[in-house]
């Protein structure tokens, strides 16, 4: 087997957070693939490096569209909904995205019309982690 293919086990990080072992593993990890911006793989040494022990068996870095929707300001056609809730332009930039366990953009009128009406263009949905008992 190729040494620089990744273990089975290496860690994910998105956005600059860690993404446990327990959310990938029980599905509440959620992140479309029209959402990603970049995604790189890092092996051996390069992420331990960067990781130590923690990136032993590689890592998987996703960044996602969801961060260059907080450096834009609203163009007030876009409707943000956290966890079913519409939220505000202003209270989608205070999430603190280390909380988030999902995020999907959405264009279809169909979805966007359930929690906007025809003027908006597009639906940022965001889920957060649910807490640990």
């Given at each position: 087997?190729?040494?620089?293919?990744?273990?089975?086990?290496?860690?994910?990080?998105?956005?600059?957070?860690?993404?446990?072992?327990?959310?990938?593993?029980?599905?509440?990890?959620?992140?479309?693939?029209?959402?990603?911006?970049e995604?790189?793989?890092?092996?051996?040494?390069?992420?331990?490096?960067?990781y130590?022990?923690?990136?032993?068996?590689?890592?998987?870095?996703i960044?996602?569209?969801?961060?260059?929707?907080?450096?834009?300001?609203?163009?007030?056609k876009?409707?943000?909904?956290?966890?079913?809730?519409?939220?505000?332009?202003?209270?989608?930039?205070?999430?603190?995205?280390?909380?988030?366990?999902?995020?999907?953009?959405?264009?279809?009128?169909?979805?966007?019309?359930?929690?906007?009406?025809?003027?908006?263009t597009?639906?940022?949905?965001?889920?957060?982690?649910?807490?640990?008992?």
């Amino acid at each position: 087997m190729d040494s620089k293919l990744l273990d089975e086990k290496p860690i994910l990080i998105v956005d600059g957070n860690f993404i446990s072992s327990y959310e990938k593993n029980n599905g509440w990890f959620l992140l479309r693939k029209d959402d990603i911006r970049e995604l790189k793989y890092m092996v051996d040494t390069s992420s331990v490096k960067l990781y130590g022990v923690r990136g032993k068996n590689g890592a998987i870095l996703i960044n996602t569209k969801l961060l260059e929707y907080k450096s834009k300001p609203n163009n007030e056609k876009s409707i943000f909904v956290l966890d079913g809730k519409v939220i505000s332009y202003s209270e989608y930039k205070k999430i603190d995205f280390s909380n988030i366990s999902g995020i999907a953009t959405f264009t279809d009128k169909a979805t966007i019309i359930l929690y906007g009406s025809e003027k908006n263009t597009e639906l940022i949905y965001i889920t957060s982690k649910i807490p640990a008992d």
